[in-house]
């Protein structure tokens, strides 16, 4: 009996286990960004507060929101290789120790995936 009291509550419960164990984005990150046949590495350093995420984006401040195990960050980004600044968002749904999702920047955009660093 006691068996299927264990069960039935894992059950009912287990509708929410993954936006429970979506777990969090602190830390440092190595973000590669492709699109056709270029690609870029970027670091990145987040730390989150609930739903809030804060930090760094190459050097560049960052803010955005991680909810129910998807990331949603849009910030002035001025890379290194362009003479130009626009937005950089990115969005993506996190799975373990990576994250994996679109990005966008002015007119370019494509995907990214992203590991964390030990």
Same mark, same amino acid.
């Given at each position: 009996?006691?068996?299927?009291?264990?069960?039935?509550?894992?059950?009912?419960?287990?509708?929410?286990?993954?936006?429970?164990?979506?777990?969090?984005?602190?830390?440092?990150?190595?973000?590669?960004?492709?699109?056709?046949?270029?690609?870029?590495?970027?670091?990145?350093?987040?730390?989150?507060? #609930?739903?809030?995420?804060? /930090?760094? !984006?190459?050097?560049? @401040?960052?803010? +955005?929101? =991680? *909810?129910?195990?998807?990331?949603?960050?849009?910030?002035?980004?001025?890379?290194?290789?362009?003479?130009?600044?626009?937005?950089?968002?990115?969005?993506?749904?996190?799975? #373990?120790?990576?994250?994996? /999702?679109? !990005?966008?920047?002015? @007119?370019?955009? +494509?995907? =990214? *995936?992203?590991?964390?660093?030990?």
């Amino acid at each position: 009996m006691i068996r299927q009291v264990i069960l039935a509550l894992c059950l009912i419960g287990g509708s929410n286990l993954p936006a429970a164990q979506a777990g969090d984005v602190t830390g440092k990150w190595l973000f590669a960004l492709t699109t056709g046949e270029l690609s870029a590495e970027y670091s990145a350093d987040f730390q989150s507060e #609930g739903e809030k995420v804060t /930090g760094t !984006w190459e050097g560049t @401040e960052v803010e +955005g929101t =991680f *909810k129910e195990g998807e990331l949603a960050l849009s910030f002035p980004f001025h890379p290194l290789e362009t003479e130009r600044t626009g937005t950089l968002t990115v969005t993506g749904r996190f799975d #373990g120790d990576m994250l994996a /999702g679109d !990005w966008s920047w002015n @007119e370019y955009g +494509g995907s =990214f *995936k992203a590991t964390r660093k030990p």
